[in-house]
T-cell receptor
Framework: KQEVTQIPAALSVPEGENLVLNCSFT??????LQWFRQDPGKGLTSLLL?????REQTSGRLNASLDKSSGRSTLYIAASQPGDSATYLC????????????FGQGTILTVHP | GAGVSQSPSNKVTEKGKDVELRCDPI?????LYWYRQSLGQGLEFLIY????????KSGLPSDRFSAERTGGSVSTLTIQRTQQEDSAVYLC??????????????FGEGSRLTVL
């Protein structure tokens, strides 16, 4: 059974810092890995999708890496801003393109001015 | 529509009542998923549809939960005889198919269910 762990559970940083969120998973036979952002009381917004054959994806100030063999992914946020404050969720899809996602518990990020 | 649409956004019901939650996926997406997000429990998979069929319903927590999808589009999640532990946010997601299928899921805003 796939298990996904995110570290740290919560993170508070001053504006402008670069930061790294960690995600690990127990079964390396994944189809892809997706990072989401969730604001309080809202749904999930997809940030980055990494296919199992890829090593990293970038979007603006965000960079996500994937090391499938070691079961790890990191989300790097450069020059953090108060608007980045949210819960960040990592999810892995097993097996096929239509497999279900298994989520981590999330990292609650607070960026203070 | 432009995104996944869910209704109602909020539902308060009394214990023992039945509720229906609706999901309207992104047009053309054949895959549809239901998840539940409870305080302290994280996101829990409930059921997956491919077209109108549900090849994986392994996450439905009890026989009080059922879901259907018609016309390969709208899906309804029904909870019968609601219990207080059913209180959660129910999230729906859809995924494209064919050459556009990267396996990426797109989520709606969720339906918050409160059982009194």
């Amino acid at each position: 059974k796939q298990e996904v762990t995110q570290i740290p559970a919560a993170l508070s940083v001053p504006e402008g810092e670069n930061l790294v969120l960690n995600c690990s998973f127990t079964d390396s036979a994944i189809y892809n890995l997706q990072w989401f952002r969730q604001d309080p009381g809202k749904g999930l917004t997809s940030l980055l999708l990494i296919q199992s054959s890829q090593r990293e994806q970038t979007s603006g100030r965000l960079n996500a890496s994937l090391d499938k063999s070691s079961g790890r992914s990191t989300l790097y946020i450069a020059a953090s801003q108060p608007g980045d404050s949210a819960t960040y969720l990592c999810a892995v899809k097993g097996g096929t393109s239509y497999g279900k996602l298994t989520f981590g518990q999330g990292t609650i990020l607070t960026v203070h001015p | 529509g432009a995104g996944v649409s869910q209704s109602p956004s909020n539902k308060v019901t009394e214990k023992g009542k039945d509720v229906e939650l609706r999901c309207d996926p992104i047009s053309g997406h054949t895959a549809l998923y239901w998840y539940r997000q409870s305080l302290g429990q994280g996101l829990e998979f409930l059921i997956y549809f491919q077209g109108n069929s549900a090849p994986d319903k392994s996450g439905l927590p009890s026989d009080r939960f059922s879901a259907e999808r018609t016309g390969g589009s709208v899906s309804t999640l029904t909870i019968q005889r609601t219990q207080q532990e059913d209180s959660a946010v129910y999230l729906c997601a859809s995924s494209p198919t064919g050459t556009a299928n990267t396996g990426e899921l797109f989520f709606g805003e969720g339906s918050r269910l409160t059982v009194l």
